[in-house]
Structures are given as C-alpha cells and as structure tokens.
C-alpha cells in the first residue's frame, strides 16, 4: 500500500467519522428536546400532587 493509498484512506474515514459525529449530534439534540419535555410534565404531576396533598389536609 502506498503512502498516498494510506492518505486517501485516513481522508475517507475522517470523512465518515464526521458525518457519524454530526448524526450522532443531532440524535443528543433531540434526546435533550424529549428530556426537557419530559422534566416539564414531570413539574407538573409533582405540583398537583403537591397541590391535592396540601387540599387533602
């Protein structure tokens, strides 16, 4: 194998790797939008949790 051989082949895999690392980015986004989502309704179960105890007692 050559030494441009070896170049063109770390070139297609760095060119790989980026676009694995841009998916992959864009996959935390989205976990992080569901997260915030699912931390909001979260807040609002406690709170009427919190709200029925406080009527109950």
């Not at 864009?26 to 989502?37: K, S, T």
């Amino acid at each position: 194998m050559s030494v441009t051989d070896k170049i063109l082949d770390a070139l297609k895999s760095t060119i790989q790797l980026d676009g694995r690392v841009t998916a992959m980015a864009n996959n935390v986004a989205e976990l992080a939008r569901e997260v915030r989502d699912i931390d909001r309704r979260l807040v609002r179960v406690e709170t009427t949790i919190d709200l029925a105890t406080r009527a109950g007692s």
